[in-house]
């Protein structure tokens, strides 16, 4: 199954009249998908929690690409020639590959992606969840973030000398700990920062 980016024509003069020569150098410049059923590596993976059931709601199928930060962009399409099609069949318009980080709830017989492969070498498939740029924004990877009223923590290594920790604690830094601490020999520690 392909997405279809581009149709070049030869010449590119907008002729729709070619002779049979001519129409062997049209050529496409797609994304490849194929079936996940059809990926003799992952035959044996349950879809849709399902041990073996080929009676699924939806199909899956996989991202085919090359540059995983252009995947699925005309930038990483590959290009066919119309010689190498072997048989074409129309779709519905509003048919469409649903990108998403998890399998739909409801898919109703629609077609869905969760994974990309590369073929790095000959005999070998490198798999990988799709790029965050195909996600829809909700199951996009958050970002860490902390929250503006996070108390900064800090563990006093040299509790024998006094200068960084009381810098750090005008900072707003709070001394919670020290390491090494002698209660009895680093009293001033204590009364300085107050603990």
Not at 125 to 153: I, Y
């Amino acid at each position: 199954m392909v997405f279809v980016h581009e149709i070049h024509r030869p010449g590119g003069n907008g002729e729709d009249c070619v002779d049979a020569d001519e129409a062997e150098s049209y050529h496409l410049l797609v994304t490849k998908y194929s079936f996940l059923d059809s990926e003799p590596l992952l035959k044996a993976v349950p879809q849709n929690g399902a041990q073996g059931d080929q009676n699924l709601d939806g199909i899956e199928v996989i991202l085919h690409f090359s540059d995983f930060r252009r995947m699925g962009d005309e930038l990483d399409a590959e290009v066919i020639h119309i010689s190498q099609i072997e048989e074409a069949t129309p779709v519905e318009n509003q048919l469409q590959v649903i990108h998403c980080a998890r399998t739909p709830a409801n898919t109703d017989g629609s077609i869905f992606c969760r994974f990309a492969c590369a073929t790095t070498e000959p005999d070998s498939v490198l798999l990988s969840p799709l790029a965050s740029h195909l996600l829809p924004r909700r199951d996009r990877q958050k970002q860490a973030s902390f929250a503006a009223c996070s108390e900064m923590n800090v563990l006093d290594l040299t509790p024998e000398v006094l200068g960084p920790l009381e810098g750090l604690c005008e900072a707003g830094f709070k001394a919670s700990a020290a390491i090494d601490f002698d209660p009895e020999r680093h009293m001033s520690w204590r009364v300085s920062i107050s603990v």
